[in-house]
């Protein structure tokens, strides 16, 4: 890894990339196959779960890949953190950081939120999801999940279809699409397209149903229901209605073509429970790869490719 | 007590003076200007050679927190830092707290700003009660006490309606209303500026329409009313031509700009969130920039002000999004116009001295200050050749939060003479 620490995916080479997608399918037997799902890779190292917002599938995804990795975790957030107390961030973390430990996992409300954590302590520190800025670990699970599916990423097409402007997702998986020679479009109507698609090089449109037998891949954003108290969208039933992923629009997929989505889903909203319960869903794959990526992840950080200890 | 300053090279434009003269201060005036003057028995001879000695600076942009905000700047600590940058008066502006509203509150600050004893304070008062854009303030009673000009700075009078009433109110006094120009209902949640910063950080856009929108407005309203009308810290190429275009029609209008809006684009905030960069009005684009330094070099930018924004360091040392707006200025705006600008030739001193000096006192209706006999002697000397490197430590003021630290600058003032009395002797702020 060219990187000290995972805080956005436009700072990740495509061999990053790679070798962060290949180290996951190395630990695909520990999580998916054996009875015994653990190896000692990051055994006696100190990871801190700091979870500024709440978070299930994060959270418990970590979770499990530290303890499949044998590290010592710790998670701590929401009202057990002295955030809430009204201590500031640098201080938590300066004080974390005292007790000597290796790793932060971040989430946080605020942009930036991880990038301050690394002024703060020399414990490398993962990105868990930073406002509406960068959630890179999500990026690699989805990659993983497109590559697994399609064997190679080069030359997708993918559209990333919803909430686009307030999406973090949308936000780290688009560089990282670009990065590995994906073709992205972003679908969404106007209220939620992201202030400048040049900077992430993608086109950008309104019409979903013009896009959709290109697509190999089509990503649905969660919608952030309290978005729409600002009236961006009059009602779920009419965003359901021009941008929901319905089964007449699935049909009119590509063969082979894969739905993902990041999760929580808002069934009947964004995604129709069929659809999302149908053959080419990937949903629950991609929380499988959440695990394998983020356990490549811990790893490589860490130093474990270095310090002779095979998963 | 009196002062000969021999051998400097004054500019002043309003009295055609671009050459070495002598001039000689005599307790609060300048007694006489002209070559080879000889000191009286118990003047003080300064060797000013090599020097340029113009008119006193003004900074008509400035929040000195004070009273309310103690913690972060009061006028004495600002005083320091104004003194330090080289400037002889500064116009507060009047979001303290209490909100400066009244006549009293105005007169608190003047006289606050005499005790101290470094800089003329030069106080605006609130447009409206309390800056909520409702009501209108005791306007004649703050002319009355000493007002400079009138403002709800911070935000803008929302409703067109009561910022018609109040230029219509404005307009019988001899002053001018200076419009923080923003349209909340555009900007709401903005921390930086919508297009490629606020996608490449992730954050919630301020654009540039909330600004230029509310700028369009008012100039209309200006027209209508016949109130002389200043836009305060224009920020994007578009208000800019807005203003243009109304001076073109012969209206009363003037604009001012920061050198953090001269001399900083959007793509300077990298991802390391760096929050003294983080401004309202944000830092614009690239573009943007380059057309305000055009303007302020051009004349359609009447004069450079620094905003000058000081915040305790827990409010600017967190995340972005929940950081304080602003960063201080009053030390930095001479050497950055200098170094960035005039010594490079891109702008003349003459143009330095009508923007930094000539201009705001015609904006704020002070009394001229000329390089002439019998006027008042408000000057700065600066010295082209110091340098300067910008550090927390070389910052006299109480905030730290400057857009510029690390910077290294050449040119500051090195003397300043306020009213006479000399607040900045060999760069170092006296009494000290």
Redesign the interface.
Known sequence: MFVKNL??TYSLTADDITQILDTAQAFESVNNSRTIKKVPALRGRTIVNLFLEPSTRTKSSFELAEKRLSADSLSMGGSTSSVVKGE???DTIQTISAMNVDMFVCR?R????P??IT?NTDAVVINAG?????HPTQAMLDLYTMRKHFGHLDGLKVAIVGDLAHS?VC?SLAPALKTMGAEVTLVGPPTFQ???????GCPQTAHFDDVIEDMDVIYMLRVQLERME?AAIPSRREYNRLYGLDMTRVNRMKDDAIIMHPGPMNRGMEINADVADCSRSRILNQVNAGVLTRMAEMYLLLGGENNGISA | MAFLLRGAHVVDPQVGLDGVADVLIDGDKIAEVGQGLEPPADAEVIDASGKYLVPGLVDMHVHFRDPGFEYKETIDTGSRAAAHGGFTDVATMPNTDPVTDTGAEIRYQIDRGKHAGLVHIRPIGALTRGEKGEALSEIGDMVMEGAAAFSDDGHGVQSAGMMRTCMEYVSQFDRAVLAHCEIDSLTTNGVINEGKASTRLGMFGWPALGEELEIYRDIELAKLTGCRFHVCHISTAKGLDLVRAAKKEGLPVTCEVTPHHLFLNEDDITPTYNTNLKMNPPLRTKADMEALVEGICDGSIDCVVTDHAPHAPHEKDCEWEIAFFGCVGLETSLPLMLTKLVLPGKMSWSRLVEVMAVNPRKVLTLEPVKVEAGSTADLTLIDPAAEIEVTEDWLQGKAKNSAFLGWHLTGAASDVFCAGKRTLTDGVVTPA
């Not at chain 1, 605020?110 to 939120?113: I, K, N, R």
């Open positions: 805080i956005d500031s961030l640098a946080a605020l942009a930036g939120t990038q301050r002024e930073d406002g509406k800025h960068q973090r936000g992201v202030d400048d698609p040049d900077w992430f600002g």
